[in-house]
């Protein structure tokens, strides 16, 4: 997982609230809880976190466009594939994958990405080919797009998979 970066036009450092206002009741307590929702600034900022994002619009827009149109048979895939990127998301940006270390979360990640642009490929060129429809050509057209971002995750999630496994072979050939 990538370090968080300083993008996004943010210095490091804590955000302070504003005060409350005269003559207003204090929200102070209910906005800091709410906060605890929201993934950090500096992971939406990273570049994992930046895919994800990109993943889960990508997919809710499609799932948009599948519903309006004439090829709304398609419309399971990019809804499933909009709720696992939300999911992964909040998993990041909450390091739920340091809480679960029982599950191998490179591997899941990998293999949701694999899945994900093979399917969206595969309905895109079926939607752009078969429905004639502006719905359709819109949901195949933002279905090539999620391809493409979904494989860009996908090779660097195995870049570095490879690089930690490269990194592991030279440990133990060094003791041997």
Do not use: H
Not at 166 to 174: L, P
């Amino acid at each position: 997982i990538d370090p968080p970066s300083q993008g996004c036009g943010e210095t490091a450092g804590p955000e302070e609230a504003p005060g409350p206002r005269p003559g207003l009741p204090s929200t102070r307590r209910s906005s800091r809880g709410q906060r605890g929702l929201l993934p950090a600034r500096a992971f939406l900022c990273s570049r994992k976190g930046c895919l994800l994002l990109a993943e889960s619009g990508l997919s809710f827009i499609a799932f948009v466009s599948y519903v309006a149109s004439l090829a709304s048979t398609f419309f399971t895939a990019p809804l499933l594939e909009f709720l696992l990127a939300l999911f992964f998301l909040f998993a990041d940006a909450m390091q739920l994958n340091d809480k679960w270390q029982g599950l191998c979360w490179p591997m899941m990640d990998f293999l949701r990405c694999v899945t994900a642009a093979l399917i969206y490929f595969a309905i895109s060129i079926t939607t752009v080919t078969k429905y004639s429809d502006g719905a359709s050509r819109a949901a195949g057209v933002f279905g090539f797009f999620a391809t493409i971002v979904f494989a860009i995750d996908f090779y660097l999630i195995f870049n570095e998979v490879a690089k930690f496994l490269k990194q592991g072979d030279s440990t133990d050939d060094t003791q041997a």
